[in-house]
């Protein structure tokens, strides 16, 4: 089992930025491949950025160069820098984890609103 808890969201200006953070309490987090998701009101989740427990990331080409994924092993911790926020990237912003063949759990979400 393992449980994700989001944190970072809230309002930002079009143009700011956000950090997002996912704690997560799981044994040997480093063998998880992690990922976050957004979903928009009306619209399906969809992936945002993920990190495999090797280190390689993949981007949504809507966040590529404005959105950074990085995980911090140590801490348990995942994490997304997101920069140059636009107004659609106003979502609930969701963490995910899973090792190979097995489960993929989620977290409770956290909403990110991009308005002037």
């Known amino acids: 089992q393992a449980q994700l808890v989001e944190s970072g969201g809230g309002l930002a200006q079009p143009g700011g930025s956000l950090r997002l953070s996912c704690a997560a309490s799981?044994?040997?987090?480093?063998?998880?491949?992690m990922g976050w998701y957004r979903q928009a009101p009306g619209k399906q989740r969809e992936l945002v950025a993920a990190?495999?427990?090797?280190?390689?990331?993949n981007y949504a080409d809507s966040v590529k160069g404005r959105f950074t994924i990085f995980r911090d092993n140590f801490k348990n911790t995942l994490y997304l820098q997101m920069n140059g926020l636009e107004p659609e990237d106003t979502a609930d912003y969701y963490c995910?984890?899973?090792?190979?063949?097995?489960?993929?759990?989620w977290g409770q979400g956290t909403q990110v609103t991009v308005s002037s």
């Open positions: 995910s984890a899973n090792r190979k063949n097995g489960p993929v759990y």
């Open positions: 799981v044994s040997f987090f480093s063998l998880y491949n």
């Open positions: 990190i495999t427990s090797g280190g390689t990331t």
